[in-house]
């Protein structure tokens, strides 16, 4: 990924009339008769709801590279974009408007359509006995819904089957979660973590498309020397960074950050762990980086750590300190891993009882689009 | 500061053959005779090592801003830039190569042309009875050395005159340590910091103007969809970030990391205080920003500490949480003060016993040659 043109980065925008869904990275063939791998009789009926958004058209990119069975899609997006064509997968579709009836005969709905609309339409679709994997913030907290990464904590959603017909919904934890949860999990399994200190450097992808769109639009103007438009985020993001725009509550911390603190209670099961955050949003496209800082019960030696890391599933270890290789935003951009480095001995605690690391990961598919799917691939 | 364009962030490269000093943001009139306020005959003989790089022409700029007085200046870099001319504040100047005689009759010489410079030509200029103010990291950690934060330890220097005939060396902190021990400071007087957890978010001006003509160059180059050219970084910079491309230790932090570590102690004169630090380089032209976790001793609540940071010299806090306003990098650029904002009770802590800051602070000035010539005022 070293050297990468921006285009590399950009989401497959291909949702005009007609459009056709373009495969970012590789175009495997199809299988006989023109019918896709991914498309069996036996596979579950899908929906995918906000299909025009970043994370909806990581959906089916994810779908595609992960010959994720299916036996239909209902591509759902706002009044606005029904009616619009896309291609995927030689199939074509029409996009139809989101409603409570889209739903029927539904197996699975991944939704990324915000909060709003998940509160609108998911129980709706629960009640018709689909299961729901929600994008969005909606039910995180809610008590009895599961809170899930599928390599940290599966058993959560141990109780819901596709197919019984009773329904149920599943959230996706926020992205700055999974990706500092994928690396800190198999530590904390080894040592505990009593307190954890996290500063996030953010990817515009994390705000949507538009918001990729603009970094580029106000970089181009920085560079012009004209003025940057600012309609999503309030203040000039090219050549620069700010605190996370998410609302700050009476505590001092944004949604976000909190997001990170209740999250982590909540996937750990542990109401006891002590997480603070710093969320900043930096002028990167669609991956994020965290520094984070460890602090155990019991001793946990950097060696030892790495080697944990490396048996992770789903976590690769970038550590090259003799040629200053770790990870960044741009390796990791495109891939499932999330990519861990940095790891070294804390040496402001005592006994090895603390380490520092530094995690990338892919804001819109592991931190989104991916995890969604890989939480429906585990209730197949 | 609001939709900078890029050019308010450049530097002023005026140093072709017959260049012209030009002042970034106003141009002050000039007293009677055309002679400046600053040049005057009680004022020390200045030398400034390193006159055409990134903090050697910002030195110019400060001296002119801060009206700081001088009765002559050579202008002094390697033997590549010698014979150049440059017109600051209306007189010409001929760019002088570096020798030991370069500082015969020099009260006070201002280095920034990196370790190995200051090392050879460091301990002449001091036997010539000139007091050296050092921005290299050469002599930082040599215990004779006091390593000054103006606003921070200025005792630390009250054995050195100027004019005395006696000669001197003060260091310069690291830029990172400056931004960080300008908020933290405060703070650790009142409450005395225990531990501190930092993560930084480093400009490009940190690897020298070069370093920003790249980031620049490789914007343009990836928005074109061509390759980045990587001369002074190895990796992709623009829309990407990576741990700092300092040397890394055998304790596995980098050298910048452990610059915070050590020169925190040395300021703080406190060898028994608990730093660990995560040094990222981010596409941000020339200010730094820092994600700095407090623990302290003694509580401190989050009102008091606003209060003792509004109070603080050299410092601004920029903490509007309805409106979400907060320091960034470009709002600090060509800025004298660091700005403090985001201060919050860190909620993983017990008893108000720790904070969450977030701060910035141009590299270039206070990091570098602001700060050395705030030294350079408290010397005369």
Redesign the interface.
Known sequence: M??????A?RLPFGFAAGGEYHRRRHCRSSGGFGVRMALREDGPSLAIVGVTGAVGQEFLGVISDRDFPYRSIRMLASKRSAGRRLTFEGNEYVIEELKEESFDGVDVALFSAGGSISKAFGPAAVARGCVVVDNSSAFRMDPEVPLVIPEVNPEAMAHIKVGSGKGGLIANPNCSTIICLMAATPLHRQAKVK???V?T?QAASGAGAAAMEE??LQ??E??D????T?NIF???YA?????H?A??QP????EEEMKL?KETRKIWNDEEV???A?C?R????RAH?E?V?LQFEKPLD?DTAREILRGAPGVVVIDD??S?H?P???EVSNKDDVAV?????????EGNH?L?I?VCGDQIRKGAALNAIQIAERLL
């Open positions: 070293q050297g990468a043109a921006l285009s980065l307190r954890m200190v500063s450097y970094l580029e970089t181009r920085v560079l020397g004209r003025p940057p600012c309030k203040q000039q050549f620069n960074l700010f605190s725009n609302p700050v505590n001092g911390y944004n603190v002590k997480v603070t710093t900043i930096v002028p990167v496209m980086a520094s800082n950097e300190r003799a200053n770790f960044t935003p741009l480095g940095r790891v070294r001995q804390d040496i402001s605690q603390g520092d530094f």
